[in-house]
């Protein structure tokens, strides 16, 4: 088993729609979790980070975490072209600094 | 400076040749990260200090890899007789610490040929 895992892709999601993405992870151990957006060619930008059990909002984003499930996901409301590009699930080593990060998901909104 | 700065942008070297790759963290951020992006896939976990002290260097994927940051915040990763396997996107992240979120540089592209 893979130690993160998110949704295959590519995801495609109409502008406007909720965009769903989805991550798994093996390490019980885990405190802190990211999500971040990579464009093409592009370093990794930090969009959402949650730390405990439940859902946590900002803006068009939530982010929701189950650590009894091990799951974490993101969702992106009112969709737009802007949106699309690879979203990296980053969840810490054991509750160390590093992280581990999952393949990514790469979405597309369509106009 | 506002973010993290990694220089050169582009690299490229001919195998066997060493490269040294330079990262300059966000001010006043004790932690920095190195990572290796393959085409396609995440980043992967290279190494990462605390202020000078390299706490953790199991991600460096041979004695060939190298990483420094003595005097606590610029950071340099060097790679000696380089392979074409190296190739790849570095990536350096700082952060202050204490599970707080890491910000990202532009990351350095290195090209073995």
């Known amino acids: 088993q893979k130690e993160v895992e998110q949704n295959s892709g590519p995801l495609s999601v109409p502008e406007g729609a909720i965009a769903s993405l989805n991550c798994t992870y093996s390490?019980?151990?885990?405190?802190?979790f990211f999500w971040y957006r990579q464009y093409s060619g592009k370093s990794p930008e930090l969009i959402m980070s949650?730390?405990?059990?439940g859902d946590k909002e900002d803006g068009r984003f939530t982010a929701q975490l189950n650590k009894a499930s091990q799951y974490v996901s993101l969702l992106i409301r009112d969709s737009q072209p802007s949106d699309s590009a690879t979203y990296l699930c980053?969840?810490?080593?054991?509750?160390?600094?590093?992280?581990?990060f999952g393949q990514g998901t790469r979405l597309t909104i369509n106009p | 400076g506002a973010g993290v700065s990694q220089s050169p942008r582009y690299k490229v070297a001919k195998r066997g040749q060493d490269v040294a790759l330079r990262c300059d963290p966000i001010?006043?951020?004790?932690?920095l990260f190195w990572y290796q992006q393959a085409l396609g896939q995440g980043p992967e976990f290279l190494t990462y200090?605390?202020?000078?002290?390299?706490?953790?260097k199991s991600g460096l994927p041979s004695d060939r890899f190298f990483a420094e940051r003595p005097e606590g915040s610029v950071s340099t990763l060097k790679i000696q007789r380089t392979q074409q396997e190296d190739s790849a996107v570095y990536l350096c992240?700082?952060?202050?610490?204490?599970?707080?979120?890491?910000?990202f540089g532009d990351g350095t592209r290195l090209s073995i040929l």
């Open positions: 992240a700082s952060s202050p610490g204490g599970g707080q979120p890491q910000h």
């Open positions: 390490d019980r151990g885990s405190q802190s």
């Open positions: 949650i730390y405990s059990n």
């Open positions: 980053a969840p810490d080593i054991g509750g160390a600094q590093k992280l581990v």
């Open positions: 001010s006043g951020h004790v932690s």
């Open positions: 200090f605390q202020n000078e002290a390299q706490l953790d």
